[in-house]
């Protein structure tokens, strides 16, 4: 079980919702990537300990190319010099 929160750049409009930072989902660990289409954050399951096919691509584009995210350093993918930080009135999901 993981909790998503609302993150959002503090230099332009963007915000993504996921946990952030490397986490378990029930499918498998996950690490948060920026997707090399569209240049959105999402968290991508890095492999599957029950076996189970990954096959999560970027839900807004269908792109499978990615890189990683540096979750320490926080930088926005759409903007220039923009931090992304947790939103502390942020949507809480319980993902699984
Ligand atoms: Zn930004
Ligand atoms: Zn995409």
Request: aromatic share 8%.
């Amino acid at each position: 079980m993981a909790s998503w929160k609302t993150h959002n750049c503090n230099s332009c409009d963007y915000s993504f919702v996921g946990s952030g930072k490397p986490d378990a989902l029930m499918m498998g660990p996950t690490i948060p990537v920026i997707c090399s289409g569209c240049n959105v954050i999402y968290d991508r399951i890095t492999h599957s300990p029950i076996g189970a096919e990954l096959d999560r691509s970027c839900e807004e584009c269908d792109s499978e190319e990615f890189i990683p995210w540096d979750y320490m350093a926080k930088k926005c993918p759409q903007c220039e010099d923009g931090i992304i930080g947790e939103s502390d009135e942020g949507v809480i999901v319980m993902a699984d």
